[in-house]
């Protein structure tokens, strides 16, 4: 499939590599479509990958995620860095289609070459992004771009894909949207290494943060672990978000220092390369069960309760070896 | 493999703050099993041709109901001509005279619906033209 001297694959590459934006816009679409020779175009790229930080911007529907990305975009490109948003919202399970409106709330960067604002559809993945999130983040890194920030769906408790994407992974919050109990269950609240409370001019956003520090009081930290701060913002206004993007540096900077960085790294790949695997297996699985044909008879099968769904299943798989 | 998934960039350009027809459309789009992008109020023709480039779609959809879509219109098509995107297709709706119809179709402007159009009609004629 893919021959090393292919005029319109090295034509791609160069120019997602050059920073053309139609290019690259094509490319990510072509992720998420699953078309094969998009892969191929990745696997060229890969190389040039791994400068970019990825941050994660995930908490409850309405916390104020977009408004606090669209700020955070702002302290960074005023801080020099060029910036690449990747906005997740949800797919209807029942049509399999999408309204993406992230965008409604970045306007203020539009014209700005130095940001990059890309809005994908779950289209039935459950983690808070989607399959696809990952090989967009590896295009706008490969194109160069300083900082890629994602926002995932509005989550609740257990969509923690993001971590596994992210160097640093910032979960919102606002006042009013659980008591203490929600901040001592296990899930989003685990995986946050830099909290927000977000519309901090609720006069209740006190209490909130409160609750949330009480929670991390227990969780005391060993040696130079870091220790996730709870910081108030108000997204519209901008207060608070100078805090949070030194917040996020400073993270960075003790993860590279403490080693953890190198860990996370490793992580990050061991689930790319499981994730890849798994997709794979799926999609031969997919392919090969078309052709031996013998689904009908086992669901026939089952209809009848002569078989089990256990079995079925064992037997798909040992025929397709 | 999935197969292709129809996008749409639909965007209110200018001043007129009357979206609801804009976001009736986008619905009936997402319900079609499309991934529709809203950008939301008050844009302007190069916001509206960085936007569709970098999110890739197949279409824009303008809406407007101020009387500016003699100028706004074309200009969207001009700047997506400017950026290598003139592939993409434009359509439009809203308060739009008939008389006016001619002139924005021979700006590149694909199809206008008038506020008379059916909602499944808008949503055929997209299919369509992405078959």
């Known amino acids: 499939m893919s021959s090393p001297s292919d005029p ?29 020779e998009a892969f191929e175009a990745l696997k060229r790229l890969y190389p040039h990958t791994g400068k970019a930080a990825v941050s994660g911007v995930t908490g409850l529907p309405g916390a104020g995620k977009s408004t606090l990305v669209d700020q955070l975009v702002t302290r960074h490109r005023a801080r020099g ?18 309204i993406l409106g992230d965008r409604i709330r970045m306007q203020r960067h539009a014209g700005d070459p130095g940001v990059f604002i890309r809005s994908l559809a779950t289209r039935g993945a459950l983690g808070g992004v989607s399959r696809s999130t990952r090989d967009v983040v590896a295009v706008f890194d490969a194109m160069g771009f300083d900082e890629v920030i994602i926002e995932t769906v509005g989550v609740g408790q257990d969509e923690v894909d993001i971590c596994r994407t992210a160097h640093t ?74 805090a949070l993007a030194d917040a996020i540096e400073a993270h960075r900077a003790q993860m590279r220092a403490s080693g953890e960085w190198a860990r996370r790294e490793r992580a990050r790949q061991r689930a790319e390369l499981t994730e890849r ?43 397709l070896d | 493999m999935a197969d292709r998934r129809i996008r749409v960039l639909i965007a209110k350009p200018g001043l007129d703050g009357h979206d609801r027809g804009a976001k009736v459309v986008a619905r009936a789009l997402r319900d079609a099993g499309m991934e529709v ?67 924005l179709e021979a700006a ?19 299919r369509e033209r992405a078959a």
């Open chain 2, 37 to 103: 992008i809203y950008t939301g109020l008050h844009q302007t023709p190069d916001m509206i041709a960085d936007a569709a480039v970098q999110e890739d779609v197949d279409f824009v959809g303008l809406s407007i109901l101020s009387g500016a879509h003699g100028t706004l219109f074309p200009a969207v098509v001009q700047k997506l001509r400017e950026r290598d995107a003139g592939d993409i297709v434009v359509f439009g709706g809203g308060i739009i005279p008939e008389g006016d119809i001619p002139a």
């Open chain 1, 169 to 242: 992974t910032v979960v919102v919050t606002a006042p009013g949207l659980g008591d203490g109990i929600q901040a001592q269950k296990a899930g989003l609240l685990e995986v946050a290494d830099v909290f927000v409370v977000n519309k901090a001019d609720r006069p209740d956003a006190d209490r909130a943060k409160a609750h949330l520090e009480a929670m991390l009081e227990l969780d005391a930290p060993a040696g130079d672990r870091w220790r996730p701060p709870v910081l108030a913002t108000d997204a519209t206004t901008g207060e608070g978000v100078d």
């Open chain 1, 81 to 98: 860095r060029t910036v690449a948003i990747v906005a997740v919202d949800p797919t209807s399970p029942f049509s399999g289609g999408a």
């Open chain 2, 108 to 126: 590149g402007v694909a199809r206008i619906f008038t506020p008379g159009a059916r909602i499944e009609a808008i949503v055929q004629w997209v």
């Open chain 1, 8 to 36: 319109t694959l090295d034509e791609r590459v160069a120019k997602v590599l050059a920073g053309d934006v139609r290019a690259a816009a094509r490319l990510m679409r072509d992720l998420d479509d699953e078309r094969p």
């Open chain 1, 277 to 319: 695997v798994l997709y794979l297996l799926r999609r031969r699985a997919e392919v090969a069960l078309e052709r031996t044909g013998g689904v009908p008879a086992l669901l026939d099968a089952l209809e009848r309760r002569e078989t089990d769904p256990y079995t079925a299943a064992a037997s798909l798989l040992d025929a």
